[in-house]
T-cell receptor, first 112, second 111 residues
Framework: SQQGEEDPQALSIQEGENATMNCSYK?????LQWYRQNSGRGLVHLIL?????REKHSGRLRVTLDTSKKSSSLLITASRAADTASYFC????????????FGGGTRLMVKP | AAGVIQSPRHLIKEKRETATLKCYPI?????VYWYQQGPGQDPQFLIS???????DKGSIPDRFSAQQFSDYHSELNMSSLELGDSALYFC??????????FGPGTRLLVL
Protein backbone atom coordinates (compact mmCIF):
# COMPACT_ATOMS: atom_id res chain seq x y z
CA SER A 1 0.00 0.00 0.00
CA GLN A 2 1.02 3.59 -0.39
CA GLN A 3 3.68 5.02 1.86
CA GLY A 4 2.11 8.42 2.10
CA GLU A 5 -1.58 9.04 2.06
CA GLU A 6 -3.16 12.43 2.17
CA ASP A 7 -6.30 13.72 3.68
CA PRO A 8 -8.45 15.32 2.47
CA GLN A 9 -8.22 14.44 -1.20
CA ALA A 10 -9.83 17.75 -2.11
CA LEU A 11 -10.35 20.96 -0.20
CA SER A 12 -12.22 24.08 -1.22
CA ILE A 13 -11.95 27.25 0.85
CA GLN A 14 -12.42 30.98 0.54
CA GLU A 15 -9.52 33.36 0.14
CA GLY A 16 -8.22 34.43 3.52
CA GLU A 17 -9.13 31.18 5.25
CA ASN A 18 -6.59 28.68 6.49
CA ALA A 19 -6.08 25.34 4.77
CA THR A 20 -4.91 22.25 6.58
CA MET A 21 -3.78 19.11 4.80
CA ASN A 22 -2.72 15.91 6.48
CA CYS A 23 -0.41 13.13 5.44
CA SER A 24 0.14 9.70 6.94
CA TYR A 25 2.92 7.28 6.22
CA LYS A 26 3.86 3.78 7.19
CA UNK A 27 7.59 3.29 7.57
CA UNK A 28 10.30 5.02 9.57
CA UNK A 29 11.53 8.09 7.79
CA UNK A 30 14.56 10.36 7.59
CA UNK A 31 12.49 13.32 6.53
CA LEU A 32 9.16 14.36 5.08
CA GLN A 33 8.79 16.95 2.37
CA TRP A 34 5.84 18.89 1.03
CA TYR A 35 5.51 19.77 -2.62
CA ARG A 36 3.09 21.82 -4.60
CA GLN A 37 2.01 21.04 -8.14
CA ASN A 38 -0.03 23.26 -10.39
CA SER A 39 -2.15 21.29 -12.80
CA GLY A 40 0.06 18.99 -14.84
CA ARG A 41 3.16 21.00 -14.10
CA GLY A 42 6.37 20.59 -12.15
CA LEU A 43 6.65 19.87 -8.46
CA VAL A 44 7.77 22.81 -6.38
CA HIS A 45 9.54 22.05 -3.13
CA LEU A 46 7.88 23.82 -0.23
CA ILE A 47 9.41 22.61 2.97
CA LEU A 48 11.39 19.73 4.46
CA UNK A 49 11.02 18.54 8.04
CA UNK A 50 13.43 16.03 9.51
CA UNK A 51 12.42 13.13 11.69
CA UNK A 52 13.84 14.83 14.80
CA UNK A 53 11.85 18.01 14.19
CA ARG A 54 8.29 18.58 15.30
CA GLU A 55 7.36 21.83 13.65
CA LYS A 56 8.69 24.09 10.96
CA HIS A 57 7.60 27.39 9.49
CA SER A 58 8.20 29.05 6.16
CA GLY A 59 6.26 32.20 5.40
CA ARG A 60 2.57 31.31 5.48
CA LEU A 61 3.37 27.60 5.72
CA ARG A 62 3.50 25.64 8.93
CA VAL A 63 4.37 21.96 8.94
CA THR A 64 4.14 19.59 11.86
CA LEU A 65 5.48 16.08 12.15
CA ASP A 66 4.39 13.46 14.64
CA THR A 67 6.63 10.43 14.20
CA SER A 68 4.76 8.47 16.86
CA LYS A 69 1.59 8.73 14.78
CA LYS A 70 3.49 8.69 11.49
CA SER A 71 1.66 11.78 10.34
CA SER A 72 2.31 15.31 9.20
CA SER A 73 0.20 18.34 8.53
CA LEU A 74 0.64 21.31 6.28
CA LEU A 75 -1.12 24.51 7.25
CA ILE A 76 -1.40 27.38 4.81
CA THR A 77 -2.54 30.52 6.55
CA ALA A 78 -4.39 33.42 4.97
CA SER A 79 -4.83 31.52 1.73
CA ARG A 80 -4.80 33.23 -1.63
CA ALA A 81 -6.34 32.26 -4.95
CA ALA A 82 -2.78 31.66 -6.19
CA ASP A 83 -2.42 28.86 -3.64
CA THR A 84 -4.80 26.78 -5.72
CA ALA A 85 -2.83 23.64 -6.59
CA SER A 86 -2.27 20.04 -5.58
CA TYR A 87 -0.13 19.48 -2.51
CA PHE A 88 1.84 16.29 -2.02
CA CYS A 89 3.74 14.98 0.91
CA UNK A 90 6.75 12.81 0.16
CA UNK A 91 8.79 10.74 2.55
CA UNK A 92 12.38 9.65 2.50
CA UNK A 93 12.38 6.33 4.28
CA UNK A 94 15.13 5.02 6.51
CA UNK A 95 17.46 2.52 4.84
CA UNK A 96 15.87 3.06 1.45
CA UNK A 97 18.30 5.42 -0.16
CA UNK A 98 16.98 8.92 -0.56
CA UNK A 99 14.26 8.34 -3.09
CA UNK A 100 10.95 9.96 -2.27
CA UNK A 101 7.67 8.16 -1.92
CA PHE A 102 4.76 10.45 -2.65
CA GLY A 103 1.31 10.49 -1.14
CA GLY A 104 -1.92 10.86 -3.05
CA GLY A 105 -2.04 14.61 -2.95
CA THR A 106 -4.65 17.09 -1.80
CA ARG A 107 -6.28 19.27 -4.42
CA LEU A 108 -6.74 22.68 -2.89
CA MET A 109 -9.01 25.24 -4.44
CA VAL A 110 -9.00 28.75 -3.01
CA LYS A 111 -11.93 30.81 -4.19
CA PRO A 112 -11.43 34.54 -4.55
CA ALA B 1 18.18 31.11 -10.14
CA ALA B 2 18.94 28.21 -12.43
CA GLY B 3 16.47 25.36 -12.35
CA VAL B 4 16.39 21.81 -13.56
CA ILE B 5 15.99 21.67 -17.31
CA GLN B 6 14.22 18.86 -19.06
CA SER B 7 13.92 18.25 -22.74
CA PRO B 8 11.85 17.79 -24.66
CA ARG B 9 8.88 19.26 -22.81
CA HIS B 10 6.41 17.31 -24.92
CA LEU B 11 6.88 14.12 -26.90
CA ILE B 12 4.51 12.03 -28.98
CA LYS B 13 5.53 8.51 -29.96
CA GLU B 14 3.92 5.44 -31.46
CA LYS B 15 3.74 2.09 -29.69
CA ARG B 16 6.96 0.10 -29.87
CA GLU B 17 9.03 3.19 -30.64
CA THR B 18 11.86 4.47 -28.47
CA ALA B 19 12.21 7.76 -26.64
CA THR B 20 15.04 9.54 -24.91
CA LEU B 21 14.37 12.11 -22.23
CA LYS B 22 17.07 14.46 -21.05
CA CYS B 23 17.65 16.16 -17.75
CA TYR B 24 20.11 18.91 -16.92
CA PRO B 25 20.45 19.33 -13.16
CA ILE B 26 20.98 22.56 -11.32
CA UNK B 27 24.70 23.45 -11.44
CA UNK B 28 26.73 21.78 -8.68
CA UNK B 29 23.98 19.26 -7.97
CA UNK B 30 25.51 15.81 -8.17
CA UNK B 31 22.40 13.67 -7.71
CA VAL B 32 19.63 13.14 -10.23
CA TYR B 33 16.31 11.37 -9.76
CA TRP B 34 13.69 10.27 -12.26
CA TYR B 35 9.99 10.01 -11.46
CA GLN B 36 6.97 8.98 -13.51
CA GLN B 37 3.55 10.49 -12.89
CA GLY B 38 0.64 8.87 -14.66
CA PRO B 39 -2.63 10.77 -15.24
CA GLY B 40 -4.18 11.52 -11.87
CA GLN B 41 -1.48 9.53 -10.08
CA ASP B 42 1.25 10.29 -7.59
CA PRO B 43 4.78 10.61 -8.86
CA GLN B 44 6.54 7.24 -8.68
CA PHE B 45 10.27 6.94 -8.27
CA LEU B 46 12.09 5.26 -11.14
CA ILE B 47 15.83 5.56 -10.63
CA SER B 48 18.53 7.85 -9.28
CA UNK B 49 22.20 8.57 -9.82
CA UNK B 50 24.88 10.01 -7.59
CA UNK B 51 28.18 11.03 -9.04
CA UNK B 52 27.39 9.21 -12.27
CA UNK B 53 26.67 5.93 -10.56
CA UNK B 54 23.22 4.43 -10.12
CA UNK B 55 22.27 4.85 -6.49
CA ASP B 56 18.68 3.64 -6.15
CA LYS B 57 16.26 1.81 -8.34
CA GLY B 58 12.49 1.93 -8.05
CA SER B 59 9.68 0.79 -10.27
CA ILE B 60 11.54 1.22 -13.53
CA PRO B 61 10.56 -1.27 -16.24
CA ASP B 62 13.28 -3.35 -17.83
CA ARG B 63 12.49 -1.59 -21.11
CA PHE B 64 13.82 1.62 -19.62
CA SER B 65 17.42 2.48 -18.89
CA ALA B 66 19.13 5.58 -17.69
CA GLN B 67 22.54 6.99 -17.07
CA GLN B 68 24.26 10.05 -15.76
CA PHE B 69 27.06 11.56 -17.78
CA SER B 70 30.32 13.25 -16.84
CA ASP B 71 28.66 16.68 -16.98
CA TYR B 72 25.98 15.33 -14.58
CA HIS B 73 23.18 15.49 -17.07
CA SER B 74 21.07 12.38 -17.25
CA GLU B 75 19.12 10.59 -19.94
CA LEU B 76 16.21 8.21 -19.60
CA ASN B 77 15.96 5.81 -22.51
CA MET B 78 12.64 4.14 -23.09
CA SER B 79 12.22 1.35 -25.61
CA SER B 80 9.29 -0.69 -26.91
CA LEU B 81 6.95 2.02 -25.73
CA GLU B 82 3.53 0.99 -24.53
CA LEU B 83 0.33 3.00 -24.20
CA GLY B 84 0.70 2.82 -20.43
CA ASP B 85 4.00 4.68 -20.60
CA SER B 86 2.07 7.87 -21.35
CA ALA B 87 2.84 10.06 -18.37
CA LEU B 88 4.70 13.05 -17.06
CA TYR B 89 8.35 12.23 -16.45
CA PHE B 90 10.06 14.38 -13.90
CA CYS B 91 13.71 14.76 -13.21
CA UNK B 92 14.88 16.17 -9.91
CA UNK B 93 18.34 17.14 -8.74
CA UNK B 94 19.82 17.56 -5.32
CA UNK B 95 23.01 19.08 -3.93
CA UNK B 96 22.83 17.11 -0.70
CA UNK B 97 20.79 13.97 -1.40
CA UNK B 98 18.07 15.44 0.74
CA UNK B 99 16.06 18.26 -0.80
CA UNK B 100 15.03 17.47 -4.36
CA UNK B 101 14.37 20.20 -6.89
CA PHE B 102 12.11 19.12 -9.69
CA GLY B 103 12.19 20.08 -13.32
CA PRO B 104 9.09 21.04 -15.31
CA GLY B 105 8.67 17.51 -16.62
CA THR B 106 8.41 15.90 -20.03
CA ARG B 107 4.92 14.95 -21.09
CA LEU B 108 5.08 11.74 -23.10
CA LEU B 109 2.12 10.56 -25.10
CA VAL B 110 2.24 7.11 -26.66
CA LEU B 111 -0.29 6.50 -29.41
Amino acid sequence: SQQGEEDPQALSIQEGENATMNCSYKTSINNLQWYRQNSGRGLVHLILIRSNEREKHSGRLRVTLDTSKKSSSLLITASRAADTASYFCATEANNAGNMLTFGGGTRLMVKP
Amino acid sequence: AAGVIQSPRHLIKEKRETATLKCYPIPRHDTVYWYQQGPGQDPQFLISFYEKMQSDKGSIPDRFSAQQFSDYHSELNMSSLELGDSALYFCASSPDQETQYFGPGTRLLVL
